[in-house]
């Protein structure tokens, strides 16, 4: 006999309930076929009242229902239901966490790699980001290379300068593409028992890693997101204050497809005294810490510190980690643990460690979060290419500056290889004089210009249970050369600059090698999936 008690409904009720409820005898169910602003009524209507979801549904959403017709076709129903509730609950009286019952996925397409930055800013949502690592821009979309064409530069006397030179820094690309191709099919031929298509796919992918940082900013990406209604709020209010006008002027398409499934979400972010004026304090505040930063370090020269560069940590990190080890298996205040931590032999402190951290099969099994208690600051400079991928990491507070050519660029070696240094080096020099010449004029869209391998400074803060994930995840040998040293790096410090040894020993699965291998071992896993998907 089941523990829970089954709700009881009659066959007409049952039929209605079918369509939008995965089950209706358990205690446990989704919802179906609803627009999302019904649902977060429905939840929000839940938090007050004494009935069940199912019986609430019933009760107070169905009367707007259309029972009739084909049932496999999404509900529309309960929509004023809906809209009523929130102008009530969200809109007049600010419950917030209303707006996280609802979400979207957006398809946010042709925009260039400056606006995915900061479509990506935010932390309670998912991306998914057309890749340069296994895609090749050598082809056109719509007759044209894919680069974003900023209508101001366009209509200005620069127009056509934008156009001819990013043209002919793509074309570049398109050139030194098979020549490095080439280059890496003489340096690796294919092995005994490797598939033609593993093969293949092996080649491609270390060629795009390494012709990749031709790629101006300006080229453009496909980003899918899935949010929350307060999320997407909190995403189109950055935009809306954001001083680069593709991001402006995207956020107004976004607000337009966002408000035909979540309109009472948004209510908020075209309102004078709400959205309006909460975009330009964040445009106030920016603008006023910019211009008050260029007065006070106006006379600051620049000093060189290495590329990787640990700048703060907790010398008492590891005591206070492994008083928090101890904290949820004891009665003892915090304060009491961490004195008797310290008088903990080196040997009982491993032991500790080592029994929290456990076996570790495999880098997917993350240990608790007393490993949240150390945090580490870095200052990281690298080629735009590896700082896109590290961004996407959510979990951890990033700031970056402007991306320029003032920090010069990173030519991989297999570039010379292949005979392609001259080549590459023009659409270097080329990108580098255009950004100067928009600079002026365009000061917000000038990075549009600077290639990905252009190097670019960024602030990293981050947890070492944060810093497990990404550097056993970026570390990986199937991982871009790039990103790769910088996670190594990054571990290097932690164990040897901060001297915690104890959080290092939670790192099991981190590779310090070069990786050659790991694309085409990677390509062979996948290969071999396919062939089992098709039966072969």
């Not at 959510?394 to 402007?402: C, E, P, Y």
């Not at 004029?441 to 960024?458: G, I, K, L, S, T």
């Not at 990986?476 to 790096?489: F, K, M, N, T």
Request: proline share 4%; aromatic share 10%; net charge negative.
């Amino acid at each position: 006999m089941s523990q829970y008690t089954a709700e009881s409904f009659t066959p007409a009720e049952q039929e209605v309930l079918r369509r939008y409820f995965t089950n209706l005898d358990l205690p446990v169910f989704a919802l179906v076929n609803l627009p999302e602003v019904v649902k977060g009524a429905l939840f929000a209507r839940y938090s007050r009242t004494h009935l069940s979801l199912r019986r609430l549904f019933l009760e107070e959403f169905v009367d707007e229902l259309d029972v009739e017709g084909d049932a496999s076709i999404d509900a529309t129903m309960g929509l004023a239901r809906a809209e009523e509730l929130y102008r009530k609950v969200f809109y007049e009286y600010g419950d917030d966490s209303v707006a996280q019952l609802g979400g979207v996925h957006l398809a946010c397409e042709q925009a260039s790699n400056l606006l995915t930055k900061i479509l990506e800013w935010g932390r309670l949502m998912s991306y998914l980001e057309q890749s340069t690592r296994y895609l090749a821009y050598d082809r056109r979309l719509g007759g044209r290379y894919r680069y974003y064409r900023d209508p101001e530069i366009l209509a200005s006397d620069l127009g056509t300068r934008y156009v001819g030179d990013l043209d002919r820094i793509f074309d570049s690309y398109a050139t030194l593409l098979p020549m490095v191709q080439k280059h890496f099919s003489r340096l690796t031929p294919r092995a005994e028992g490797v598939s033609d298509i593993a093969y293949r796919q092996t080649i491609r992918a270390r060629s795009f890693d390494v012709v990749r940082g031709m790629l101006p900013a300006a080229s453009l990406s496909n980003v899918g997101i899935y949010g929350t209604g307060q999320a997407y709020e909190a995403l189109l209010l950055r935009m809306r204050a954001n001083p680069l006008p593709e991001a402006r002027a995207y956020s107004d398409m976004m607000l337009v497809e966002l408000r035909k499934v979540i309109p009472s979400f948004l209510r908020r972010v075209d309102v004078e005294d709400r959205g309006v004026a909460w975009s330009r304090y964040l445009a106030d505040t920016r603008a006023a810490v910019e211009e008050l930063s260029a007065e006070l370090l106006a006379e600051t020269p620049t000093v060189p510190v290495d590329d990787v560069d640990l700048v703060d940590w907790d010398p008492e990190a590891e005591d206070k980690m492994l008083a928090a080890m101890l904290y949820p298996h004891s009665d003892l205040p915090e304060r009491q643990l961490l004195n008797r931590v310290r008088t903990l032999s080196a040997e009982e402190r491993v032991r500790l460690a080592d029994t929290y951290f456990g076996e570790r099969a495999n880098r997917r099994h993350r240990p608790g979060r007393a490993l949240e208690v150390p945090s580490y600051g870095f200052d990281i400079l690298s080629d735009y290419g590896a700082f896109r991928d590290l961004q996407r990491h959510r979990m951890l507070t990033l700031q970056w500056q402007d991306l320029s050519p003032a920090h010069g660029y990173v030519r991989p070696e297999a570039v010379a290889e292949a005979g392609g240094e001259d080549l590459y080096d023009r659409a270097m020099d080329r990108s580098a004089a255009l950004h100067e010449d928009l600079l002026e004029e365009f000061p917000r869209q000038a990075p549009y210009a600077v290639a990905m391998a252009f190097r670019v400074r960024y602030s990293m803060k981050l947890n070492a249970r944060s810093a497990l994930h990404m550097i056993e995840l970026r570390s990986s040998p199937a991982g871009h050369p790039a990103y790769r040293r910088i996670v190594q790096e990054m571990y290097r410090r932690i164990e040897e600059v901060a001297g915690h040894s104890l959080v290092a020993r939670a790192f099991r699965h981190v590779d310090m090698g070069e990786g050659e291998q790991g694309r085409l071992s990677a390509e062979i896993r996948t290969d071999r999936l396919r062939v089992g998907d098709l039966g072969g």
